[in-house]
Nanobody, 120 residues
Framework: QVQLVESGGGLVQAGGSLRLSCSAS????????MGWFRQAPGKEREFVAA????????YYADSVKGRFTISRDNAKNMVYLQMNSLKLEDTAVYYC?????????????WGQGTQVTVSS
């Protein structure tokens, strides 16, 4: 199994930016599509963004399209999520995961996540 460690979350005002990072180990990282997902309090985990194994294609949830950018560095086994123009409704715990079926079906293998809190 791949081990995933998310970081970069924090408290930010609405309209601000954050960059999340996900470090992966344990499998050949560059073989897999990767994604970001989030879970807000009292809600189910939802898809945010995905990137193909090569980084050549990306896919976004409508709620974040135009504001978030997913990227990866296969040499470093890292996936990133640049989040701009943050809104209150972006508050959630963010997780990265291997995407087993493009674009939004993840493996049931989760790290500890990183908390993002957007304040007014």
């Amino acid at each position: 199994q791949v081990q995933l460690v998310e970081s970069g979350g924090g408290l930010v005002q609405a309209g601000g930016s954050l960059r999340l990072s996900c470090s992966a180990s344990g499998r050949t990282f560059s073989n897999y599509h990767m994604g970001w997902f989030r879970q807000a309090p009292g809600k189910e985990r939802e898809f945010v963004a995905a990137i193909t194994w090569s980084g050549g294609s990306t896919y976004y949830a409508d709620s974040v399209k135009g504001r978030f950018t997913i990227s990866r560095d296969n040499a470093k086994n890292m996936v990133y999520l640049q989040m701009n123009s943050l809104k209150l409704e972006d508050t959630a715990v963010y997780y990265c995961a291997v995407v087993w079926r493009w674009p939004d079906r993840s493996e049931n293998n989760w790290g500890q996540g990183t908390q993002v809190t957007v304040s007014s």
